[in-house]
């Protein structure tokens, strides 16, 4: 029986790693490296210190839209994404857990929205179940309707990288409910030197139009 039990749970492990190889080939095959920004020095507005570059490129026209959201423009439902290109040139590795926020010309400071709320973004919520008129007796509220912008492009490319290696890059949008003008930034923090620890300095970049 021992035998049989330890069998059995290489199989189940078998099965979930095929799994999630299947899931992470599957995201791969959907993207098909369609979305091909180049580097980050190649943009106008791009900022260097300590030998990290970082660009900040607003996705607000249609065209702009289509090429990395598909069918959805998110700026035309109220969110602004800006997509992040980093390139690391420091000879070390660097550790990412990006923290954005856009600043606008009054100076206000305005958090990105997590790219999960973003494919909610403009849904409408159900109503409570009314007891006795359904399968459930209890009016437990119910989640939010996706909305408008749910689309797999909306957190396939967030910006997620946790470590950007010595001499490669790193890119992705991040959200904002706001609107764009002309002389916008991105205040960013959050890049560590992955062997020390040490915060790099903060980064502030103009938000500039491609």
Not at 69 to 88: A, D, E, M
Not at 89 to 117: C, W, Y
Request: hydrophobic letters at 40%; a positive charge.
């Amino acid at each position: 029986m021992r035998r049989v039990a330890m069998v059995l749970l290489s199989i189940a492990a078998v099965t979930v790693f095929d799994n999630q190889a299947v899931t992470k080939l599957s995201a791969v095959d959907k993207d098909n490296g369609k979305f091909k920004p180049g580097p980050a020095s190649s943009y106008k507005g791009h900022v260097t210190q300590e030998m990290i570059t970082i660009a900040a490129v607003p996705y607000m026209t249609a065209e702009l839209a289509s090429s990395a959201f598909g069918k959805v423009n998110p700026y035309s439902r109220g969110i602004l994404p800006i997509l992040v290109l980093i390139q690391n040139d420091t000879g070390k590795a660097v550790r990412v857990d990006l923290q954005a926020e856009f600043v606008d010309l009054s100076n206000r400071h305005i958090d990105a929205m997590p790219a999960g709320d973003v494919v909610l973004f403009g849904g409408v919520r159900k109503p409570p179940g009314i007891p006795g008129t359904g399968p459930n007796p209890l009016p437990f509220p119910r989640g939010p309707k996706r909305g408008p912008l749910n689309t797999w492009e909306i957190e396939g490319r967030a910006f997620n990288a946790k470590l950007i290696p010595a001499g490669e890059a790193a890119q992705g949008f991040v959200y904002f409910e706001t609107s764009f003008k002309d002389g916008s930034k991105l205040y960013l923090t959050g890049l560590k030197d992955a062997a020390t620890g040490k915060d790099f300095f903060y980064f502030e970049v103009p938000v500039e139009r491609p």
